[in-house]
């Protein structure tokens, strides 16, 4: 079953609240989770999609019929198969997003031995 790009985007997000939440923790043994109600409130400030709340709400009911990710105790988590989408959507906007973060970090001039300057007249 294919998915959306959408899809991908709400997947991606997710896999990536786990990823950074529980390398915040630092405990292997504690898990934190999301409910959906949190999750779509992110999802919403971050822009992700441009979606009204309801919208959302199908999609992650679109991603659970699709087995990519569990819906229980209140709480959403990636199954395997969704992990493994996950991965794969990370090896593929990982270089994206470190470009990104490195010339967010840095002058994207301090690259360059000499800044060239343009002189443009205006008419």
Known sequence: MDTTKKQNYIL???GQWYELANKQMGNKELEIAISKSVFIDLVMKAKIVEKKER???KNLEQL???KLIDYSSKN???TKKGSKLYSRLNKEILPYVQLANLLDKSNPLSYTR???TVFKFKN
């Open 55 to 57: 919208a959302l709400y």
């Open 76 to 78: 959403l988590a990636l």
């Open 12 to 14: 991606y997000a997710l």
């Open 114 to 116: 000499k800044a060239q």
């Open 64 to 66: 659970e019929k699709k």
